[in-house]
């Protein structure tokens, strides 16, 4: 009785665990003889419109149900027996609550729940981030008698490796919504655990990007879906400017579902549109540095492709300016708010990035190009810090939503008192958990280290 169902079935040995490893290994679900779910909560469905849906539910422009402030402290599982799995898993869903990574996403728990009760790679990859969650709230505590969850966020972490491993042989792999979530959230994992973010960017490009493209751009999604495709497109883009590198979303096909997403919004979504200027933006930057690299140095000064680089990168520059003209008059219509401000911080941070693709080059000194002055980028920076600590300090919005803005002031501080602000903005990132700010602090005091006070760094990227 105490071999799984499976094992049982094929009277061998079973090597205990959830899911076992024969049960891996044959890709099946791992039940008890005893009771359905050995090892895993069981879900229930009882009274969860009460919790999720109904009278406590709202929607956005995009019609994704999102919860109203006052059930944002209710966690979505506390209706389950307190053992130590679903201790873990409140932890889970209170990560989600405290990380609203997008407005939608605080949503998610609902539709996740029948895909965790059933799929055992993502039932540990979420015990795995919520582990992690409960590590930092117990302080590494433990009870009496049981592992610390430091050491539970490993195993569970290993074991969802383990099994997306023996899935992703599979064909139908890349239709799987619990896949497709697992790969996030060990991405996510990383972020979390890993100070490098270099699993963090292999499960983005190798894991959720290719997924994303085996599937293709479809204006048909399930609601799960949905909220993923746009927490991705958040996430991809902040990505694709790290580390100056292209994305599947500056595809054309991707930016065409996009499009009519964006019409049939109820209205204009200045964050929304914002994220398609920073994939814009980023595929530019990678075209442009691949065009200059093809012309011989010494024939930029008078190559006629070096101009018409300049002149699409003031028309990148004036799409950018345009965005925030909008933007402005919908913030005095409606007030601010922290996507607002986030918005605002990637705007700041886009127009840094850009100048910074033509003004340390003196092939563009005489030539018109989207090159702020030293005064223009100071000012920019100020905005951006203050941005940044309303958003920290402010909203629930996750810190490692400011990692590809910070980079770039950081890069661009040349006053002691403003890289000091980046400095502590870093640290309240890493004391929320998300240790990958550590990465680029050490990567700011050794370009600061070597430029010295008051220069610049013409390298904005985590490589």
């Not at 791992?30 to 009278?55: A, E, I, L």
């Not at 402005?328 to 007030?335: N, S, W």
Request: charged share 20%; net charge neutral; glycine share 8%.
């Amino acid at each position: 009785m105490t071999r799984c169902l499976g094992c049982a079935k094929r009277r061998i040995k079973c090597e205990g665990g959830f899911p076992c490893v024969h049960c891996i290994q044959r890709n099946t679900m791992c039940v008890s003889q005893q009771h359905s779910g050995h090892g895993m909560t069981k879900f229930v469905n009882k009274n969860q419109q009460d919790n999720f849906g109904g009278r406590h539910q709202s929607r956005d422009q995009k019609g994704v149900s999102i919860p109203n402030t006052e059930t944002l402290g209710i966690h979505p599982l506390n209706f389950i027996g307190k053992d130590k799995s679903t201790r873990l898993l409140d932890y889970f869903a209170s990560f989600i609550e405290h990380n609203m990574f997008t407005i939608s996403f605080a949503s998610i728990v609902p539709d996740l729940l029948p895909l965790i009760s059933t799929s055992p790679v993502l039932y540990h990859a979420v015990i795995a981030v919520g582990a992690l969650h409960a590590n930092r709230h117990t302080e590494g505590r433990a009870l009496q008698g049981e592992k610390s969850a430091y050491v539970d966020s490993m195993t569970s972490y290993h074991k969802s490796m383990g099994i997306l491993r023996s899935c992703l042989g599979n064909r139908d792999v890349a239709q799987k919504e619990d896949i497709l979530w697992a790969t996030f959230f060990l991405g996510l994992f990383e972020l979390l655990s890993d100070e490098s973010g270099e699993g963090w960017v292999k499960h983005m490009l190798y894991g959720t990007s290719k997924m994303l493209q085996l599937v293709g751009p479809t204006g048909c999604m399930s609601s799960a879906r949905r909220i993923f495709y746009d927490l991705f497109r958040v996430l991809e883009a902040s990505r694709a400017l790290l580390y100056n590198e292209e994305t599947i979303l500056s595809q054309a096909c991707w930016l065409g579902l996009q499009k009519p997403l964006s019409r049939s919004a109820t209205r204009w979504d200045s964050m929304e549109e914002i994220i398609t200027l920073m994939i814009e933006t980023s595929a530019f930057s990678v075209r442009a540095g691949a065009m200059i690299k093809m012309i011989p140095e010494a024939e930029r000064f008078t190559d006629s492709s070096v101009a018409l680089i300049a002149a699409e990168g003031l028309n990148v520059q004036e799409t950018i300016y345009n965005w925030h003209t909008k933007a402005l008059l919908q913030l005095v219509q409606d007030g601010p708010s922290p996507y607002s401000n986030l918005a605002l911080l990637y705007y700041h941070a886009l127009l840094i990035f850009v100048s910074g693709n033509y003004d340390y080059f003196p092939y563009w000194d005489n030539i018109a190009a989207p090159v702020l002055s030293h005064a223009e980028i100071s000012e920019h920076l100020t905005t951006m810090v203050y941005l940044s600590g309303e958003v920290l300090c402010h909203s629930k919005i996750p810190g490692a939503m400011l990692l590809f803005p910070l980079t770039v002031a950081g890069a661009r501080a040349r006053r002691v008192d403003q890289r000091s602000e980046i400095l502590s903005l870093l640290n309240q990132i890493f004391c929320k958990g998300f240790v990958v700010a550590n990465k680029i602090r050490d990567n700011l005091l050794e370009r600061w280290g070597r430029q010295g006070p008051g220069r610049d760094d013409k390298s904005a990227h985590m490589k």
